[in-house]
């Protein structure tokens, strides 16, 4: 069976622009989460989805944003990008609560 | 809001040795999920163990050993035989029982020496 996705692996961006990052789950699985980790912060939840709908948000403002579709794929929405989201962005998936959570590789994003 | 703590930024051990990693964790909550992870230089986050609070018994998986203190909320790691591949951050990890919110401690940076 396949693993966890993420798309891509490595992004550069400038301050003021937006990017999106893709998650495909393991077949099966309905749930996806999103976490940012940074050296000084470590691993913070942001956001995760179960069948479309996101069901718990973390403490981030409103410039990250995520959606879901059928398939459980998975994109997560970055605006007006500042330095200090230069993080390796992790992605999930699981069959539901409880559930080990499976981890891809990451997409590493640096902000110019 | 549950928090987890892992008190110990780096440890070594020797090739064959024993190693206990630390975690503790701060929750009103009666059920929940207590979790392991490895993260290799490779970035890939891999789930070494789970633990369910509602269960007694300590979790085993091969070499890994959790020590659960529901009371003490304390959760700690132990790896027997260590070998060089478990060289690796280590993460404590929580939920809850009805939500997929996964809480992480600060890590442990695991060197295993030959």
């Known amino acids: 069976k396949a693993g966890v996705t993420q798309t891509p692996r490595y992004l550069i961006k400038t301050r003021g622009q937006q990017v999106t990052l893709s998650c495909s789950p393991i077949?099966?699985?309905?749930?996806v989460s999103w976490y940012q980790q940074t050296p000084g912060q470590g691993l913070q939840f942001l956001f995760e989805?179960?069948?479309?709908?996101?069901?718990n948000k973390g403490n981030f403002p409103g410039r990250f944003s995520g959606r879901q579709f059928s398939n459980s794929r998975s994109e997560m929405n970055v605006s007006t990008l500042e330095l200090g989201d230069s993080a390796l962005y992790l992605c999930?998936?699981?069959?539901?609560?409880?559930?080990?959570?499976?981890f891809g590789d990451g997409t590493r994003l640096s902000i110019l | 809001a549950q928090t987890v703590t892992q008190s110990q930024p780096e440890m070594s051990v020797q090739e064959a040795e024993t190693v206990t990693l630390s975690c503790t964790y701060d929750t009103s909550e009666n059920n929940y999920y207590l979790f392991w992870y490895k993260q290799p230089p490779s970035r890939q986050m891999i789930l070494v163990i789970r633990q369910e609070a509602y269960k007694q018994q300590n979790a085993t998986e091969n070499r890994f050993s959790v020590n659960f203190q529901k009371a003490a909320k304390s959760f700690s790691l132990k790896i027997s035989d260590s070998q060089l591949g478990d060289t690796a951050m280590y993460f404590c990890a929580f939920t809850s029982y009805n939500n997929n919110d996964m809480r992480f401690g600060a890590g442990t940076r695991l060197t295993v020496k030959p």
């Open positions: 999930a998936s699981s069959l539901g609560n409880g559930q080990p959570q499976h």
């Open positions: 077949s099966g699985h309905r749930s």
């Open positions: 989805y179960f069948s479309e709908t996101q069901r």
